[in-house]
């Protein structure tokens, strides 16, 4: 029997990666997006998906649509991928991220709750929750402590997914993915920007990379591999929660600098803080400066997950390192800067 499965945020990345696991898996996918939005459809196209979905018009921030388009697909799965994910502009949009990213996770478990059905469903939960970490490495027991309106919001969103479990018997789980990356990733992300930037110094088009916080660090993966790690969750007989990680960290600069090497870059890294700056030893320019204005109003600092349990119970693993995600995005930005086909 053929499954059905509804991607709400289908047009990002993870939505574009899912979408394309879940139609080489036999199912039906329909994806949910946002009309008024415009749809860029760069990432469904580049993974070949795009004519075997189904999209449906679709908004959080309204009750009556969501159960519409609920009805209209009546999915076996859902996968709540859309979200305000920018946590810069969390801080500009407070109250919308928190309708967003927290009440409109609400309506839908509450359109299910209703409906009174089986459809399993799986919230993008994120590593930002932990915020302030109280543990190094993060897992499922850490305490959790948001630095930002988006973490808060994404908070507040588990919670519920948890209290609808325990107090209905739903099928809700959470993955509380950590950074995951790849050539489809947005460029408002500190990882894509690197690779489109280096890319365009490489080939002359830019003259410099002006970041944020170089000493931030980061446990990056695969899109790729993280929505395996999605779908898994929904094949279990019960439902629950799970960090998706590498376990292995990353200072942003250091990402930088790997980034730069694949376009036969040599950087060395010179001053502290908001006045460090990268210079390209074969040319001697400065390649990269750091910009207070990409600082976070509080930031967070370390990201480390343990993904022991979903190892454990999902069979999930990642599959993709560091060094060769690193060389996919610096590649794939490289080509799409010098045959002018970026779109996205």
């Keep these: 029997m053929t499954k059905t499965a509804l991607i709400t945020g289908i047009s990002g990345q993870d939505g574009a990666y899912l979408a394309r696991l879940l139609v080489d898996k036999g199912y039906k996918v329909y994806g949910a997006l946002r009309r008024g939005a415009g749809l860029n459809t760069g990432r469904l196209e580049e993974l070949g998906v795009l004519d075997e979905i189904e999209l449906l018009s679709f908004e959080l921030l309204e009750y009556a649509n969501i159960a519409r388009a609920l009805d209209q697909a009546?999915?076996?799965?859902?996968?709540?991928?859309?979200?305000?994910?920018?946590?810069?502009?969390?801080?500009?949009?407070?109250?919308?991220?928190?309708e967003v990213d927290g009440l409109g996770v609400t309506r839908m478990l509450e359109v299910l709750r209703t409906a009174g059905g089986t459809t399993r469903f799986y919230q993008a939960s994120t590593s930002e929750m932990f915020g302030k970490v109280h543990e190094v490495p993060q897992r499922e027991t850490t305490p959790f402590y948001p630095r930002s309106p988006y973490a808060v919001a994404k908070l507040y969103a588990h919670w519920m997914v948890v209290n609808y479990r325990e107090s209905y018997g739903m099928y809700a789980a959470s993955g509380l993915l950590f950074n995951?990356?790849?050539?489809?990733?947005?460029?408002?992300?500190?990882?894509?920007?690197?690779?489109?930037?280096?890319?365009?110094?490489?080939?002359?088009?830019?003259?410099?990379?002006?970041?944020?916080?170089v000493d931030a660090e980061r446990d990056w993966g695969f899109a790729g591999d993280y929505v395996d790690g999605m779908w898994r969750m929904l094949q279990q007989t019960a439902a629950d929660d799970y960090v998706l990680a590498t376990g292995r960290t990353t200072k942003v600069r250091d990402f930088i600098s790997a980034s730069a090497k694949a376009l036969d870059m040599d950087l060395e890294w010179t001053g502290e803080g908001s006045q460090a700056k990268a210079?390209?030893?074969?040319?001697?320019?400065?390649?990269?400066?750091?910009?207070?204005?990409?600082?976070?109003?509080?930031?967070?600092?370390?990201?480390?997950?343990?993904?022991?349990?979903?190892?454990?119970?999902?069979?999930?693993?990642?599959?993709?390192?560091l060094d060769e995600l690193t060389n996919m995005m610096v590649k794939a930005d490289y080509d799409r800067v010098k045959n002018r086909t970026l779109r996205f």
């Design 279 to 321: 210079i390209d030893r074969k040319s001697g320019k400065v390649i990269v400066d750091v910009d207070p204005q990409f600082f976070r109003p509080a930031e967070v600092e370390l990201l480390l997950g343990d993904a022991s349990k979903a190892k454990s119970v999902l069979g999930w693993k990642p599959r993709v390192d």
């Design 180 to 213: 995951h990356e790849s050539p489809l990733r947005g460029t408002e992300f500190v990882t894509r920007k690197v690779t489109l930037a280096l890319a365009r110094i490489a080939l002359g088009e830019q003259e410099r990379l002006s970041v944020g916080n």
């Design 74 to 98: 009546k999915p076996d799965e859902i996968y709540n991928l859309a979200a305000q994910s920018f946590v810069g502009t969390s801080f500009d949009q407070p109250i919308y991220t928190s």
